[in-house]
């Protein structure tokens, strides 16, 4: 039964961290100083697609784009966005690993293909590619947070805590970072444990105003008898 709720928590803090995924398709793809005017009209169109949330006409118009200035990463990343936006995830992974190949040392691409990579259910491939973000860049917080939930799924403790521990030295009020303890806590059974970091993440989201957040963790303190 605990692995149950544990799951459905999971999956909605994983959508939270989701809505913080750098918008690549909106902000990141560049119009590089040698693009052809056709090319920077078809990289404009797709940014006026994606506003309008048109994502399957601005996923063709970026795909022009593409085949027309094949060494710019960022194209193929903001199609994997929105993507993924969509919920295709399969098509997305391919088009963030186009970008990879480009571009091998962005944390931001790891970053994504980690978390297209758990969507589609392939945890221990989503761990890999969380822990590659996190070697290209030790301040992303939201590659600690995945490996939080990577690990715990796969059963490391020793993992969990670690990335747990350095996220909290880059944030120490990582409403998310307690939250995730806490269901780890509550998985072992320490329940006084669980108890205290819930408590914690949920004065943190409630001071943040983050309502989505105060919930699931309310959610958590009922099922503990809290």
């Known amino acids: 039964m605990y692995r149950r709720i544990f799951l459905?928590?999971?999956?909605?803090?994983?959508?939270?961290?989701?809505?913080?995924?750098?918008?690549l398709a909106q902000a990141q793809v560049l119009i590089a100083r040698k693009s052809s005017p056709e090319v920077v009209n078809l990289?404009?169109?797709?940014?006026?697609l994606f506003g309008a949330e048109d994502y399957e006409r601005a996923i063709t118009?970026?795909?022009?784009?593409?085949?027309?200035?094949?060494?710019?990463?960022?194209?193929?990343?903001?199609?994997?966005?929105?993507?993924?936006?969509?919920?295709?995830?399969?098509?997305?992974l391919i088009s963030y690993r186009r970008a990879i190949a480009l571009n091998q040392n962005s944390s931001d691409y790891y970053y994504a293909v980690a978390y297209v990579h758990g969507n589609l259910g392939n945890i221990k491939a989503a761990k890999e590619a969380y822990r590659k973000a996190i070697q290209l860049n030790r301040n992303n917080k939201?590659?600690?947070?995945?490996?939080?939930?990577?690990?715990?799924?796969?059963g490391d403790y020793g993992a969990v805590e670690w990335a747990y521990k350095k996220l909290l030295e880059l944030?120490?009020?990582?409403?998310?970072?307690?939250?995730l303890m806490g269901a780890e806590m509550k998985k072992q059974g320490r329940r006084q444990e669980a108890v205290n970091k819930f408590k914690k993440a949920r004065s943190l989201y409630q001071s943040k105003g983050e309502t989505d957040g105060v919930i699931r963790v309310d959610i958590m303190l009922k099922n503990l008898g809290i």
């Open 8 to 23: 459905i928590v999971s999956i909605l803090l994983v959508k939270s961290i989701a809505a913080t995924m750098p918008s």
């Open 43 to 48: 990289l404009n169109k797709g940014r006026e």
């Open 61 to 92: 118009v970026y795909q022009k784009a593409a085949v027309l200035e094949p060494g710019n990463h960022t194209i193929p990343a903001g199609i994997g966005f929105l993507q993924a936006k969509k919920g295709d995830f399969r098509s997305a």
């Open 142 to 154: 939201n590659a600690y947070l995945g490996l939080m939930i990577t690990q715990s799924y796969l």
């Open 171 to 179: 944030d120490p009020i990582n409403a998310r970072a307690y939250e």
